[in-house]
């Protein structure tokens, strides 16, 4: 079983983009060197930043929480990363 990890990214107009990965770092160097690995909707919106992961277990957990994620509104997402609210089943 692979350890999933939830991240966000900021781009260069601050938008946040959330993903799944068992390696962030290596993920946020694909997305920083575009194609052919990175996601197409970060393509050209650099310099990326990472602003938030948190590992979630194995991929099932990870992407039924990357969908919920992705449902938030931005406010939500910035509060996450903030620090002023927490993911479901974290404590």
Same mark, same amino acid.
């Given at each position: 079983?692979? @350890? $999933?990890?939830?991240?966000?990214? #900021?781009? #260069?107009?601050?938008?946040?983009?959330?993903?799944?990965?068992? &390696?962030? %770092? #290596?993920?946020?160097? %694909?997305?920083?060197?575009?194609?052919?690995?990175?996601?197409?909707?970060?393509?050209?919106?650099?310099?990326?930043?990472?602003?938030?992961?948190?590992?979630?277990? @194995?991929?099932?957990?990870?992407?039924?929480?990357?969908?919920?994620?992705?449902? $938030?509104?931005?406010?939500?997402?910035? &509060?996450?990363?903030?620090? #002023?609210?927490?993911?479901?089943? %974290?404590?």
């Amino acid at each position: 079983m692979s @350890n $999933w990890s939830l991240y966000l990214v #900021r781009t #260069r107009q601050g938008s946040l983009y959330t993903g799944i990965t068992t &390696d962030v %770092e #290596r993920r946020l160097g %694909e997305h920083q060197a575009g194609w052919p690995k990175g996601a197409k909707s970060l393509r050209g919106r650099g310099p990326l930043t990472l602003a938030f992961s948190v590992p979630v277990g @194995n991929r099932a957990q990870a992407s039924r929480l990357e969908w919920l994620v992705k449902q $938030w509104s931005r406010q939500k997402k910035e &509060d996450l990363v903030s620090g #002023r609210i927490i993911l479901p089943g %974290e404590a």
